[in-house]
C-alpha cells in the first residue's frame, strides 16, 4: 500500500521535517502515527496526499511512484484516500445527508447510487437519524462522524485521519476509533496520526513513533512512546 525508502523533507536551509524515512505499510493495516508537534506527522500525512513532493527519496502509495506523479494525476490518487480533518472541514450551509452526497457529486457519481449509497454509510456511523441536520445542530462527535462518512462514501482503499479525536471527550474519542476499527475489519487501510495517549495504548495497534523528523519505534501491537 505505500513504501517509503530514504526519504527526507526539508522545507529551508534550516528546517528538515522528515530525515532518511523507511516505511512499509500493507494493505489492511491499521496504524498509528504518534510523536509531539513538530514531530513530522503532518508532513507525512501532505507526502501520502502528494500535496509536497519529497526533497530526496522514494514514496509510493498504490504502487505508483508520487515523485513522478503527473499534477493531472493526483486527483484520481486522492479519490483511493478518505482524509478525516480535525477540524471538521463540513460545508455549514448543507446538511448531514448533502455533506456526504457531496463528494460522490464531485467524482461524478449518479444520483440513482448517491441515493443508495449516502444511506447506508450513515448508518453505519450511526447517524441514520441525523440525515437533515446542519453542522450547526450536531454535538462535535456527530460532526467527526459526518467525516468519517464523508472520507469513506467512495469506498478508498485507504483513509487517513488527522488528529480525528483532538476536540472529543473521551468517550466520544473511543466511539470514533472504534468506528475507524470497523472500517479496517471491512478491509480498508486506516492511517491516524494522533497524541491520544490512552486511546492508543487500548487499541493496541501498530505503532509508528516520530521524533524530529525520524522514525524511532515501529512496534507492532504498540503503545504510545515519549519522544524528546
Not at 65 to 87: A, C, H, K, S, T
Not at 99 to 122: D, Q, Y
Amino acid at each position: 500500500m505505500i513504501e517509503i525508502y530514504h526519504l527526507y523533507q526539508q522545507y529551508n536551509d534550516e528546517m528538515i521535517a522528515l530525515r532518511d524515512i523507511n516505511l512499509v505499510i500493507d494493505r489492511g493495516e491499521f496504524v498509528f502515527i504518534v510523536g509531539a508537534s513538530g514531530a513530522g506527522k503532518s508532513t507525512l500525512l501532505k507526502l501520502f496526499l502528494r500535496e509536497v513532493k519529497p526533497s530526496r527519496g522514494s514514496i509510493k502509495i498504490f504502487g505508483r511512484d508520487l515523485v513522478r506523479l503527473r499534477n493531472r494525476e493526483i486527483p484520481y490518487l486522492r479519490r483511493n484516500i478518505g482524509m478525516v480533518f480535525q477540524d471538521f472541514r463540513l460545508l455549514q450551509d448543507r446538511n448531514v445527508y448533502e455533506n456526504v452526497a457531496f463528494s460522490m457529486r464531485v467524482t461524478g457519481v449518479s444520483v440513482r447510487e448517491i441515493r443508495k449509497r449516502v444511506p447506508l454509510t450513515l448508518e453505519l456511523v450511526g447517524l441514520k437519524d441525523k440525515v437533515f441536520k446542519r453542522p450547526d445542530e450536531l454535538s462535535g462527535g456527530e460532526q467527526q462522524r459526518v467525516c468519517l462518512a464523508r472520507a469513506i462514501i467512495n469506498r478508498p482503499a485507504m483513509v487517513i485521519a488527522d488528529e480525528p479525536t483532538g476536540n472529543l471527550d473521551p468517550v466520544t474519542a473511543m466511539d470514533i476509533l472504534n468506528l475507524l476499527q470497523e472500517i479496517n475489519i471491512r478491509g480498508t487501510t486506516v492511517i491516524v496520526a494522533t497524541h491520544a495517549r490512552e486511546l492508543v495504548d487500548r487499541l493496541q495497534k501498530r505503532v509508528i513513533v516520530l521524533d524530529q523528523g525520524r522514525i524511532i519505534s515501529d512496534q507492532e501491537r504498540g503503545v504510545y512512546l515519549n519522544a524528546r
